[in-house]
């Protein structure tokens, strides 16, 4: 093969490369969606490609289950190269539904397998009843309410030290097993302090059901220690939800995870 020749055959597989990185489907992220959550976090109904296409979302209980629940709207995405003192990519998601303002996201390759990134402050609001499509324990308590999610200040460095924080509020909570209506508000906050493990809180607002607990993520995994008890004027309606709930110590359910 002639210089030319290899020249040429380079310069066409190059060619083929980028053509299809420009124009791949985004459809063909589904199934690598589903694989990376053990099937529990599904795209469907996906078109359009990996820079520009649109989706929605179904959360199921895992590979075999028979519970799923989708969440509202279409999801748009816009993903585009850039460079910040290096190559960075900038991805864009938008969806009235649930959004408050489009979703902006900034990462930037910093060598190796490590990247630096940014999440500007977003907030999304759902129905708590798309958790039913998770399964055990959601398929069974039943919960309809609010739920809304708002980041603060979420960002890695180049040492892939997660910092910011996760603020969840949860209002007017209730359940089909309980005729007490409604249960409560509540908050969770996922703080990422520098040189420490993620840190969870759960707390009541205000309500009948209280909850508080506090926990950690290690290794990708939430170790919680809490309990649910009933306001003195609820104890009795609220037996059978606490015995759903957790183990049962005298007036208090022991809440557990992990």
Partial sequence: MTRSTAMA???????MSVAL?????????????????????QWINT??????????????????????????GVWRWHLRPTWQQGPALALQVEANCCLSQALQLQAAWTGGRTARWRLDD???VLPLQVLRGLGTPWNTLQLEGRLAV????????????????????IADV?????????????????????QALPQVKLQTLSG????????????????FRGQASA?????????????IIGRRNGSVSVLTIG
Avoid: C
């Fill in 9 to 15: 055959v380079i310069g066409g597989l190059l060619g």
């Fill in 231 to 243: 306001s003195p004027d609820s104890e009795a309606a609220l037996a059978n939800l606490l015995n």
């Fill in 208 to 223: 009948h059901l209280k909850l508080e607990g506090q926990g950690q993520i290690a290794q990708g995994r939430l170790r």
């Fill in 47 to 72: 078109s359009g490609s990996i820079w520009d296409g649109q989706t929605q979302w179904r959360l199921t209980g895992g590979q075999g289950a028979q519970d799923q629940q989708n969440l509202p």
């Fill in 122 to 124: 977003v907030s999304l």
């Fill in 21 to 41: 990185l420009r124009f791949m489907p985004a459809a063909w992220l589904q199934p690598w969606i589903a694989q990376a959550t053990e099937q529990r976090v």
């Fill in 174 to 194: 209730a359940s089909r097993l309980s005729t007490v209506r409604p249960l409560g508000d509540y908050q969770a906050t996922v703080q990422w302090p520098a």
């Fill in 150 to 169: 708002q980041t603060q200040e979420l960002r890695a460095g180049e040492a892939q030290q997660v910092l910011g924080r996760v603020r969840i509020d």
